[in-house]
């Protein structure tokens, strides 16, 4: 939260892969977390969506390692 306005920002983000928008709970540098498992094949290619107060920037990234249903993390590598 800002100190001076009292802002805080709304932050959102989604892994757009094989006609799907996953929704993010979490991202940080080479991993994201979803907020449900699914299975994603190795070696995909996705992007990578973050909004910050309405702004989206898209990255494409690569899944080396995919997604499993037991696990709702991804490590990924930008393109």
Known sequence: ???IT???S???G???VEGQHLPLAQVGPGICVLREAINIAPNTEAQLMV???GDQ???DVI???GIT????AAKFQIK
């Not at 249903?69 to 709702?72: D, H, N, P, T």
């Open 51 to 53: 909004e910050v107060d």
């Open 1 to 3: 939260m800002d100190r």
């Open 10 to 12: 709304t932050v959102r």
């Open 14 to 16: 989604w892994l757009l």
């Open 69 to 72: 249903a037991g696990s709702a």
């Open 6 to 8: 009292g802002h805080s």
């Open 57 to 59: 920037r898209r990255r």
């Open 63 to 65: 899944l080396h390692e």
